[in-house]
C-alpha cells in the first residue's frame, strides 16, 4: 500500500513539472504583431488594409491578417513595420513580391507571365473544340 502512496505521489508531481514546463514553454511564444503600437489610427487602418489585401504565403487562401501561422505573424509585423516607416501600399507590395513572389498578391500584376499561364489553357482548349467540331463535320460528311 505503501508503495502505491509513492508511486501516486511521484506521478502527480512528474505531471505538475510537465505542465509547468508546457505552460513556461507556451507563454514564452509571445509575437509582438499582438502589441504592436501605430503613431496614428490612419496609419493602424492603412497597415490593417494591406495586409489584408497580402495572402499568406504558407496557408491555404488566407490573408495575413487571418492567418495565424508564424509566417504570416513575420509578415504582418514586417508590414506594420513597414507602413509605421511611411512607405507607401506600392513600396510595401513591391517588397513584399520582391521576397515572397507574386503569390502573395491576390491580385497579380498583368505580365507576359500571367499572360501564358491564363492564356495558353485557354487556347488549347479552343483548338480541342475545333478540332472536335472539325471530326464531327467530317465524319457527319463520311457518312452521307
Partial sequence: MRALWHLTVLLVLSLGCLSAVFAAGYQAISHPVDLFEFDSVAQQKQAIYLAKTLRCPMCQNQNLIESNSAVAKDI????????????????????M??????????????????????????LLGLLMIGFGIGDIKRSIRDIV
Fill in 76 to 95: 504582418r509585423l514586417r508590414v506594420f513595420e513597414l507602413i509605421k516607416t511611411g512607405k507607401s501600399d506600392d513600396e510595401v507590395k513591391e517588397y
Fill in 97 to 122: 513580391v520582391a521576397r515572397y513572389g507574386e503569390h502573395v498578391l491576390y491580385q497579380p500584376s498583368f505580365s507576359i507571365k500571367n499572360a501564358m499561364l491564363w492564356g495558353i489553357p485557354i
